[in-house]
């Protein structure tokens, strides 16, 4: 079956470090691959995607690369900020599964001033 | 536009109870899940729905029940409520993945946490 793993966490930084949360994948069929970012008491929310290989998804200075050769979706940010604070979930849907969606275990970032 | 809404939002039963968990989306979406997030578990997913009058089983079904009696409404239900069910429980919606333009990403509700003593 489709899994996804997410590198473990909590992540603590500091304002302005670099982000890189790491997500490899194994999927039945041709995936499309999103991160959900999810911030205190709230739900999840879309925060990029890709389609196909070698596409970029980006969003809020965050980016992401499908990596079909090494089945990975690496979440990067070049400089973070505070407000970045939130759980991070990667995930996968691919389009012989109805739609489901499967989920990483998802990361914690601390962003600290 | 009001997007997916989770009602209700929090709840506390005692064990052996039941209880409705109701999902509304107003996106015209055909497809509808239930997840429950626990700690260091991620999201799993508990039930499905493809389409008005459908549903299917997820990865965790046991102890739910659900229906699609409309498009916009996705019920999970509890008929006896257990501890191990105390847990956050989101729902979602998306278009179908033939659709041209669109990708398989889920629109989520903002939860509804439930706890069970």
């Known amino acids: 079956g489709d899994s996804v793993t997410q590198m473990e966490g909590p992540v603590t930084l500091s304002e302005e470090a670099f982000l890189t949360i790491n997500c490899t994948y194994t999927a039945t069929g041709y995936p499309s691959l999103f991160w959900y970012v999810q911030y205190p008491g709230e739900g999840l929310q879309l925060l990029l995607k890709a389609t196909k290989a070698d596409d970029k998804g980006s969003n809020k200075g965050f980016e992401a690369t499908y990596r079909k050769e090494t089945t990975s979706f690496h979440l990067e940010k070049g400089s973070v900020q505070v407000s970045d604070s939130a759980v991070y979930f990667c995930?996968?849907?691919?389009?012989?599964?109805?739609?489901?969606?499967?989920f990483g275990d998802g990361t914690t970032l601390t962003v600290k001033p | 536009n009001a997007g997916v809404t989770q009602t209700p939002k929090f709840r506390v039963l005692k064990t052996g109870q039941s209880m409705t968990l109701l999902c509304a989306q107003d996106m015209n979406h055909e497809y509808m899940y239930w997840y429950r997030q626990d700690p260091g578990m991620g999201l799993r997913l508990i039930h499905y729905?493809?389409?008005?009058?459908?549903?299917a089983k997820g990865e965790v079904p046991d102890g739910y029940n659900v229906s699609r009696l409309k498009k916009q409404n996705f019920l999970l239900g509890l008929e006896s409520a257990a501890p191990s069910q105390t847990s956050v429980y989101f729902c979602a919606s998306s278009y179908p993945l033939a659709r041209e333009t669109y990708t398989g990403e889920l629109f989520f509700g903002e939860g509804s946490r439930l706890t069970v003593l």
């Open positions: 729905s493809v389409g008005e009058g459908t549903t």
């Open positions: 995930a996968l849907t691919t389009n012989t599964n109805a739609g489901k969606s499967t």
